[in-house]
């Protein structure tokens, strides 16, 4: 079985470029039995994040909190935040879609509508 590369620096920030500047968001499906331990990694971006288990369920952790996300449901993870993902199950065969995207995706940050829905959510801790 392949491994997938993970780069983080020493800051626990991940080094994976998603989107490019024309086109600020970027689509995957993650699936953590190809990282080790079934795990994909603490780590944190400046984006902001929709995860869905799908396939199985998933142990999360979001800061300092942990808990499992059961099959079907999905979670929001807001930039700058440390977080992993890590499979209950070895024998699962979780594939989860998410979108990782720039909060100007939503509205360009000089207008009203950010500064009044989407930056106060950078204040916002789980």
Not at 32 to 58: K, Q
Not at 110 to 121: A, E
Request: glycine share 6%; charged share 15%; hydrophobic share 35%.
């Amino acid at each position: 079985m392949e491994f997938y590369d993970f780069p983080l620096n020493q800051n626990m920030q991940e080094l994976s470029q998603h989107g490019s500047p024309s086109f600020p968001i970027q689509y995957y499906i993650d699936e953590p039995v190809h990282f080790s331990d079934c795990t994909i990694p603490l780590h944190w971006h400046p984006e902001l994040e929709f995860w869905v288990a799908n396939g199985g369920s998933a142990d999360v952790q979001i800061g300092k909190t942990s808990f499992c996300l059961e099959e079907g449901f999905g979670i929001f993870i807001n930039a700058n935040v440390l977080h992993s993902f890590r499979q209950t199950e070895p024998t699962q065969n979780l594939q989860c879609p998410n979108i990782v995207f720039l909060d100007e995706l939503i509205a360009p940050v000089t207008s009203k509508i950010y500064q009044s829905y989407v930056q106060p959510l950078e204040y916002v801790k789980g």
